[in-house]
């Protein structure tokens, strides 16, 4: 039985179909996560206050602010670890 240009067409068009799908499942790690940092807070990315990602410079030196700040007496910290008020007390 021959087989017919169509037929060949139709197996080619899956066959490319098939591997273009394939590939977007092997998006490695680190475009995903430098792509995610792209997108803004408005269309649901990160918030600006949001702490840096961990193994980057940034982190280490996050890491150590907060640590100094956790040794520090709680009256020389600041006002920037007081906890938010709750609705009750803006109600009041």
């Known amino acids: 039985m021959p087989t017919s240009a169509r037929l060949l067409a139709t197996l080619f068009a899956l066959a490319l179909t098939g591997c273009a799908l394939g590939g977007c499942g092997s998006i490695?790690?680190?475009?995903?996560?430098?792509?995610?940092?792209?997108?803004?807070?408005?269309?649901?990315?990160?918030?600006?206050?949001?702490?840096?990602?961990?193994g980057t410079a940034k982190y280490d030196e996050f890491v150590r602010e907060r640590e100094r700040k956790r040794l520090m007496p709680a009256a020389e910290r600041g006002d920037d670890n007081k906890p938010a008020p709750t609705s009750q007390d803006a109600v009041h």
């Open 28 to 54: 490695n790690q680190t475009l995903s996560a430098g792509a995610a940092d792209l997108i803004p807070a408005w269309a649901g990315g990160l918030p600006a206050d949001a702490p840096p990602r961990p």
